[in-house]
């Protein structure tokens, strides 16, 4: 049984450089969340999707930030040029229960950016 | 949003039981408590949740008060293992985006 994966696990970039994340949900899954998370705080919501249908886009999420899950299954997370207060881990959640109250989030491993 | 209130940081020895307290007195009556932890260089992981009830399962227990305004997670036997970031998180009953709302959570070192 795979978990969540990301991809890259690392990606250090200059400022104003555009990047793309990658995230695989535990297959069957139709649900997809993605968070940020700084240096010792917790991790903050940004979009949620539902099969593919983005439902819901955090005020983190500014112009420069764009998710997509194209046929319900994987997800990419770009950013357009980059600043250096988007240093963080960028971690993808996947569920699948009906409920909102009581489904289980599976996190990847996260994708921790850099940039410079 | 109900928030959550837990101590920054516990010390426990190791193979001794450890109580994670959290408090959330403005928690409403459809709110369930989750529990999710994050170990060093890793995305959080799911532990426990419950809505009144006292709850257990293979990882930990969930001690609910009466009057639901606090709770506590329970881990029997800590281990090396355990040393990491406990989050309790208030999820609604319907909630739009089904995110959850992290708070600083409680940084839980084991001592061997």
């Known amino acids: 049984d795979t978990g969540v994966s990301q991809d890259p696990r690392h990606k250090i970039t200059k400022r104003g450089q555009n990047v793309t994340f990658r995230c695989d949900p535990i297959s069957e899954h139709n649900r997809l969340y993605w968070y940020r998370q700084t240096l010792g705080q917790g991790p903050e919501f940004l979009t949620y999707f539902q099969n593919e249908a983005q439902l819901e886009k955090s005020r983190l999420l500014s112009d420069r930030f764009s998710a997509e899950r194209p046929k319900g299954s994987f997800s990419t997370l770009e950013i357009q040029r980059t600043e250096q207060g988007d240093s963080a881990m960028y971690l993808c959640?996947?569920?699948?229960?009906?409920?909102?109250?009581?489904?289980?989030?599976?996190f990847g491993p996260g994708t921790r950016l850099t940039v410079l | 949003d109900a928030k959550t209130t837990q101590p920054n940081s516990m010390e426990s020895n190791e193979e001794e039981p450890v109580h994670l307290p959290c408090n959330h007195s403005?928690?409403?009556?459809?709110?369930?408590i989750h529990w999710y932890r994050q170990l060093p260089s890793q995305g959080p992981e799911y532990v426990i949740h419950g809505l009144t009830s006292n709850v257990n399962n293979r990882m930990a227990s969930l001690a609910i008060a009466e009057d639901r305004k606090s709770s506590t997670l329970i881990l029997h036997r800590a281990t090396l293992r355990d040393a990491a970031v406990y989050y309790c998180?208030?999820?609604?009953?319907?909630?739009?985006?089904?995110?959850?709302?992290f708070g600083g959570g409680t940084r839980l070192m084991v001592k061997p």
């Open positions: 959640a996947s569920s699948s229960r009906a409920s909102t109250s009581t489904d289980t989030q599976y």
């Open positions: 403005t928690i409403s009556g459809t709110d369930y």
């Open positions: 998180i208030l999820r609604a009953a319907y909630n739009a985006g089904n995110m959850l709302t």
